[in-house]
Structure formats: C-alpha cells, structure tokens
T-cell receptor, first 111, second 114 residues
C-alpha cells in the first residue's frame, strides 16, 4: 500500500510570510494532485502534476514535482488568511478509481 | 450547479443501530468513493465504485457496506455502528477518463456513535 507522508503536520505563520509544505511517497507517484480543504468543507482540487521535474504556478502557489516522482512541494508566497486550511496531496497509483491521500498539513495564516 | 450532496451533515446515534448516509452526484460521473477522515490519519478510502453494480473495498472497509444501483447514488451503510466508526465521512465522485481526473467531494457527514 502506498504511503504519502506530509510535513510539517501543522504550520502557523503571519500574513505575508512565505512557506513550503512537502509530500513524500513510499513509491513512485502515478500522478500527483494537491487539494485544499477548508473547515467544514470537502477538499477542493488545486492542481494535478504528472511529469517528473514539473513546476506549476497558480497565482501565489508554486507546485513542484520531484525528478524521481517520489516527492512534491507546495510553496506559498506572501501567505494570506484565505490560504488557511488543510493541504492534502493525493495519488492514484492504485488506479484512477482508488486514490490515496496524504496525512495533510494544517496551515493557519494569522492576520 | 455541479455538486455532490451528502445527507445528513451531522448524525449522533447509538451503538448497533443501523444507519445509512446518502450520497448523490449530478455530474454523471462513473467513479464514486467513500472516505473517512480522522485526525492524524488523513483521508482513508472505505469503498469505491467504478460504475453501476461495480463496487470494491478500499483500505478500511470493515463495518461498512455500499451499493450502487443507480449511477448518481452511492449510499454508505453501517449495519451495526460502533464507537470506533465515529468520524467525518466524505463522498466523492470523479469522471472516468484517461489520466487522473478531479475528485469532487461532498460537504461531509460528521458521525458520532455513542
């Protein structure tokens, strides 16, 4: 069974700071997705990365996929309170109907 | 509006009393899944379905049942709930297509078994 470990588990920062969260897999990713979950809601997709070494940008969020496709990072520039939430990485190595999620990084951005 | 609808949002029940959590999607998605979310353990897949009448176990299926009689509905059944099934449950659906497609989640059902 694939294991996805995310770090750090918790992160509390001031508005305007930069941060990076990580996702590491026990096996090679099939295709990696990052989701954000706000309190009281279900996760919402942020990005899908497929190719080793791939970098994708979504406004202030930069997603990087490791060359060996076993790790990924999410970097947020100038964090805002609206970025607060649980960030989850996910992979479908077991098939597109069977998705494995990481343990999550809980981010709090203080105004 | 494209959405996944779960009911109820909150449920408190007693040990052993059968319950059903409903899930419905209006996007004509083939794939549907149930997850439970517990602190420190993330989202764990309970059951998934690839289409009508096709279901299979996820990582934590013990104590749960599902059925997929219609494409849009995927209810989760707890025949005899126990306190260790207290959790936050999510239903999700996704389109069957080449590549990893986006999973759409419901708003969650917070279940407490006493």
């Amino acid at each position: 069974t694939q294991l996805l470990e995310q770090s750090p588990q918790f992160l509390s920062i001031q508005e305007g700071e930069n941060l990076t969260v990580y996702c590491n897999s026990s096996s090679v990713f099939s295709s990696l997705q990052w989701y954000r979950q706000e309190p009281g809601e279900g996760p919402v997709l942020l990005v899908t990365v497929v190719t080793g070494g791939e970098v994708k940008k979504l406004k202030r969020l930069t997603f990087q996929f490791g060359d060996a496709r076993k790790d990924s990072s999410l970097h947020i520039t100038a964090a805002q309170p609206g970025d607060t939430g649980l960030y989850l990485c996910a992979d479908s190595a077991g098939g597109y109907q069977k998705v494995t999620f990481g343990t999550g990084t809980k981010l709090q951005v203080i105004p | 509006e494209a959405q996944v609808t779960q009911n109820p949002r909150y449920l408190i029940t007693v040990t052993g009393k059968k319950l059903t959590v409903t899930c419905s999607q209006n996007m004509n998605h083939e794939y549907m899944s149930w997850y439970r979310q517990d602190p420190g353990l993330g989202l764990r897949q309970i059951y998934y379905s690839m289409n009508v009448e096709v279901t299979d176990k996820g990582d934590v299926p013990e104590g749960y049942k599902v059925s997929r009689k219609e494409k849009r509905n995927f209810p989760l059944i707890l025949e005899s709930p126990s306190p260790n099934q207290t959790s936050l449950y999510f239903c999700a659906s996704r389109l069957k297509r080449a590549g990893n497609t986006e999973a759409f989640f419901g708003q969650g059902t917070r279940l407490t078994v006493v």
